[in-house]
């Protein structure tokens, strides 16, 4: 049974880049499957940010694009995301989540991230 | 970008169905069969109920069922038990403007088991 655990700042800064680990378990970060980042705010319910698969290719929603980087340690089994330049619009919880061919098979517990000076 | 738009709220009595309705454009939840439908219970993380407009994951009760039409994509739940009452979320597959895959989320429904 796959798991996925997120891990990462609770607090940050304005303006600062937002680092978040999903260790993958049960499951080869290789296997056939994409995975995801979706967020999930009080206002804006839930976002998708972008996906990625372990032999690079990524896909962000354009919304973020120009902010986001995702990226795959095959040694770790463990993906990454990075969001820059955060504001208070950014304060959310953040799920690791893995794809199924069009849709979010599995989620990880989410990690809340505030943004605050 | 755009999201797919979902009643706020809907309840109903134990043992009664309901219906969550999902609406979209025919650039999502229109052109694609890749809808799907989850269930979040308050501080915990969404699970999958619905993947593929109509498809049930195993583990699923049955009384989870999904349809489409046109543009707007419909989770039923019936025989509604308490353990129901929670935040449903839909969301459809796309593609953006730039041509690359992209997913859109409903802005999510609180069902009230009364």
């Known amino acids: 049974q796959v798991q996925l655990q997120e891990s990462g700042p609770g607090l940050m800064k304005p303006s600062g880049t937002l680092s978040l680990i999903c260790a993958v378990s049960?499951?080869?970060?290789?296997?056939?499957?994409?995975y995801s980042w979706v967020r999930q705010t009080p206002g804006k319910g839930l976002e998708w940010i972008g996906e990625i698969y372990h032999r690079g290719n990524t896909n962000y929603n354009v919304s973020l694009k120009s902010r986001v980087t995702m990226s795959v340690d095959k040694t770790k089994n463990q993906v990454s995301l990075q969001l820059s330049y955060v504001t208070a619009a950014d304060t959310a919880i953040y799920y690791c989540?893995?794809?199924?061919?069009?849709?979010?098979?599995?989620w990880g517990q989410g990690n809340l991230v505030i943004v605050s000076s | 970008q755009s999201v797919l738009t979902q009643p706020a709220s809907v309840s109903g009595s134990p043992g009664q169905s309901l219906t969550i309705s999902c609406t979209g454009t025919?650039?999502?939840?229109?052109?694609?069969?890749?809808v799907s439908w989850y269930q979040q219970h308050p501080d915990k993380a969404p699970t999958l109920v619905i993947f593929d407009v109509s498809q049930r994951p195993s583990g699923v009760s049955d009384r989870f069922s999904g349809s489409k039409s046109d543009t707007t994509a419909s989770l039923t739940i019936s025989g509604l038990q308490a353990e129901d009452e929670a935040d449903y979320y839909c969301t459809s597959y796309t593609t953006s403007y730039t041509g690359s895959s992209t997913y859109v989320f409903g802005t999510g429904t609180k069902v009230t088991v009364l």
């Open positions: 049960g499951d080869s970060i290789i296997s056939s499957h994409y």
């Open positions: 025919s650039n999502d939840v229109g052109r694609y069969n890749y």
């Open positions: 989540v893995r794809n199924g061919r069009f849709y979010f098979d599995t």
